[in-house]
């Protein structure tokens, strides 16, 4: 999976675990550890994809997966890459591979005030059902819950699996 800028979409490995950590401490205050990316990154039930540009880690994102939904986490590309669609597409990539895993509905929280971040998510499908309050802390701020479900239908527009009226 890459484009034309040369980014390369992959699963990401147990070696990447550093230069993940490394990353997102770079763009978020609220970085996950080296150990923390690694045992997610070994956890059955999570995908992590990393981005690589000339061989170096520039993104990364994570997905846990509990029965058909999946929280989405750890989004994060170098800053300097910024507004060039990365994030846009590695997330996309992400959750077409949580699909195929089987994930129905996909949730994540952001930040209240990063509308950048909510303007992505809602891109990709994600709409905001409810806030927790104080959720982040260095600066304090409510995080929005948004939810991606999908739902199939029948080709009469009734949803699959839904008894008919």
């Known amino acids: 999976m890459s484009g034309t800028d040369g980014i390369r979409f992959r699963r990401m490995r147990a070696q990447d675990a550093a230069a993940a950590a490394a990353l997102e401490a770079s763009v978020s205050p609220e970085a996950w550890s080296e150990k923390a990316f690694r045992d997610a990154v070994l956890d059955e039930n999570a ?62 929280e952001v930040r209240r005030s990063n509308p950048a971040a909510v303007r992505l998510y809602e891109k990709l499908g994600f709409a905001a059902e409810g806030v927790r309050r104080d959720f982040y802390e260095g600066p304090k701020d409510d995080a929005l819950i948004m939810w991606k479900r999908r739902t199939d239908r029948t080709d009469d527009g009734r949803e699959s699996g839904s008894g008919g009226a």
């Open 47 to 108: 995908i992590y994809l990393a981005a690589e540009q000339n061989g170096g880690l520039v993104g990364c994102c994570g997905l846990w997966i509990s029965l058909d939904e999946a929280d989405l986490c750890n989004v994060a590309v170098k800053r300097e890459l910024w507004g060039k669609g990365i994030a846009t597409r590695m997330v996309g990539a992400l959750l077409s591979l949580g699909e195929k895993a089987g994930v129905r509905a996909f949730t994540l």
